[in-house]
């Protein structure tokens, strides 16, 4: 989604500005632009498509200024065109915008009758004219304040000031914004990966919170206009993490690194000499929880799906599942001993964190499980549980896929052992089979080659199948989602018995099928609708375990998983998934780590 960049500094900025702006790439965008105060006049640049294009119009044409603003956008008020790339700018001022302001109407049509007038499509302009009609009779602060008050919706925000040359505003409310501090310069940045190479001391705007900046200091004001102290953050500066070293996405980088990734978070949990999984300080009593509910969007709700059969399986506890977006408007009756565990991998998505928000009004126990530490959601729950992945930058998620699953599965475990539902034989054998996942991981990536094969199959079909049962019903969704997302190819993924229920009827000969039938109490189930899938001419690829050679005939490609317990099996067949989709998107030339469309941080509803 849209990403914000603002700095102020003693030196030109438009460079460090374009280079923030190439790292918000990766939440997804389709115009560019940027202003600076140059010989006392706001020069804005935009144009459509990448910061590549941005780059050249400033290179043939640089700016001087030492302060100014940037932003990537991902649109949603009218087309991705220059015109209605941000920043939007009058005479006096010029802003960039996250979000969406739900009132933009009724405002566009009191400022026409005052006479403003109003260059784009876009919900961003109304904020930029609304400022400038306070700016003729109040301070910046005031002016701010006032137009906030007016905006309903989502949002952050960076300003700067044709009369006010040395100051950069930002604002926020339900989008994030965070501060950096340099030396002789500070920045605003949608995240803080933005800001990694300038610098990692930061801050974060809450909600209703405004910072002004100026090269030499930050003041930060509460939504009473009072100033306010804000703790200053350092952050980890592992620069390896976030390039792609030697691999020619940040997608392949990240499939790549799950042994590695799994292996730190394992070590996060796991006391090895304890043989004990350790959650410290969970602040609900487990054996008091009578309910719990996974929420989450897309591959994270993938994710809570798996937490169901993992809680069912090792707790009498009550689980339900629901998609943030559904979940944030329906009428939940709140109890207090359920629990609500909210998944996002950047912690950042805006129907997860809305959904959170309600419980927290609603005084429920809530838990986060997050990649992003330092995001919103991991700053709002009771409780955080990291999944230790590392930054992902690919828009499909992959390692934090298999990171969540982990700790939610070590969550089941622990909770499990504490209510005395599982044997401590079993507990203690879990525990052992997690430590063979990393290396269990690295044997069924080194299969590459096969993907590959399989691949050229997909690569020409105008849709797709993904089947399984129990555990491995999510991860066909999640194959299909991810196929879909990357190489645009029709996929969908079912239960295998409802197959008789209607779907079947899209079985025609040569539709590539992928059947996941570990060897698991549901195997032989699988096998017969995939056979029944056969029968009308399916073009079956089917991923197990079993080594039988039986079940091969007619089926078009069968890939072995390593043999693991079934509690291990949807990681070692969500790696495959993810290696079919990455292979095909690439012999299509689709852009890999930014799919049309799609943003990687969902930061509006
Ligand atoms: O950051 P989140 O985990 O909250 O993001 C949720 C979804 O937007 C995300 O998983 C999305 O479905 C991915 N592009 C899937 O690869």
Redesign the pocket.
């Known amino acids: 989604m849209c990403g914000i960049i603002g700095i102020a500094s003693a030196k030109p900025v438009f460079g460090n500005i374009i280079e923030a702006l190439k790292k918000l790439e990766y939440r997804g965008y389709d115009s560019a632009g940027l202003s600076t105060i140059d010989n006392g006049e706001i020069n804005e640049k935009k144009c459509s498509g990448r910061v590549n294009n941005l780059e050249k119009i400033l290179f043939k044409n640089p700016s001087k200024g030492k302060l100014g603003i940037g932003h990537v956008r991902w649109a949603t008020h009218g087309v991705p065109n220059e015109i209605n790339a941000h920043p939007h700018s009058s005479e006096v001022v010029s802003v960039v915008h996250n979000g969406i302001i739900e009132n933009s109407n009724s405002i566009k049509n009191e400022l026409i009758k005052k006479n403003y007038l109003f260059k784009s499509q876009t919900d961003t302009e109304v904020i930029t004219q609304l400022l400038t009609n306070y700016l003729k009779n109040y301070d910046i602060l005031d002016s701010v304040h006032k137009t906030l008050e007016r905006l309903e919706g989502s949002f952050a925000l960076g300003i700067i000031f044709k009369n006010f040359k040395d100051i950069v505003v930002g604002a926020r409310r339900g989008s994030p914004l965070a501060v950096g501090y340099g030396h002789e310069e500070n920045y605003i940045g949608s995240d803080s990966y933005a800001l990694k190479s300038m610098t990692n001391k930061i801050s974060y705007l809450e909600d209703g919170e405004i910072c002004i900046l100026t090269k030499d200091k930050v003041e930060f004001y509460n939504s009473e206009k009072n100033k306010i102290n804000k703790e200053i953050l350092t952050l980890s500066n592992d620069e390896n993490k976030t390039t792609k070293g030697d691999f020619k996405d940040f997608m392949s980088k990240e499939i790549n690194e799950q042994s590695v990734t799994s292996k730190a978070c394992l070590k996060e949990y796991i006391d090895h000499l304890r043989k004990d999984i350790n959650f410290y300080n969970f602040p609900i009593n487990p054996n008091e929880v009578n309910k719990i509910t996974f929420i989450?969007?897309?591959?994270?709700?993938?994710s809570c799906l798996i937490a169901k059969y993992l809680f069912e399986d090792l707790t009498s506890i009550t689980v339900e599942t629901d998609i943030?977006s559904e979940f944030r408007y329906r009428k939940i009756k709140f109890k207090k001993n359920n629990l609500y565990v909210f998944?996002?991998?950047?912690?950042?998505?805006a129907d997860?964190f809305a959904a959170l928000d309600l419980c927290k009004k609603n005084n429920a126990n809530t838990c986060a499980i997050?990649?992003?530490v330092e995001s919103s959601?991991a700053r709002t729950a009771n409780f955080v549980l990291p999944i230790h992945a590392g930054p992902e930058i690919g828009?499909?998620?992959?390692k934090?896929?298999i990171g969540?699953m982990l700790v939610l599965y070590l969550l089941s475990l622990k909770i499990s052992k504490v209510r005395n539902e599982i044997t401590d034989q079993n507990y203690t054998k879990s525990i052992n089979d997690l430590n063979n996942l990393p290396s269990l991981i690295k044997e069924v990536l080194a299969k590459r080659d096969e993907i590959q094969i399989i691949a050229k199959d997909f690569v020409d079909s105008k849709g797709t199948m993904f089947l399984g049962r129990g555990f491995s019903y999510p991860i066909a969704l999640e194959g299909a989602?991810?196929l879909k997302?990357l190489s645009y190819i029709h996929a969908e993924g079912y239960p295998a018995g409802e197959m008789k229920h209607g779907p079947l009827a899209l079985i025609e000969d040569g539709l590539p099928v992928v059947v996941l039938a570990p060897k698991d109490k549901y195997f032989e189930k699988t096998i017969s609708n995939m056979q029944e899938v056969i029968a009308r001419g399916g073009k079956v690829f089917l991923f197990t375990d079993d080594d039988s050679e039986i079940i091969s005939e007619n089926i078009r490609y069968k890939f072995n998983i390593p043999n693991s317990n079934d509690y291990i099996k949807p990681f070692l067949l969500t790696l495959p998934l993810q290696m079919l989709a990455y292979y095909v998107a690439s012999f299509k030339n689709c852009d890999i780590d930014k799919?049309r469309n799609?943003?990687?941080?969902?930061t509006v509803e």
């Open positions: 989450g969007c897309g591959t994270a709700y993938h943030a998944v996002s991998q950047s912690g950042e998505t997860t997050v990649n992003v959601i828009v499909a998620s992959t934090a896929f969540q989602l991810k997302e799919p799609l943003a990687k941080s969902v």
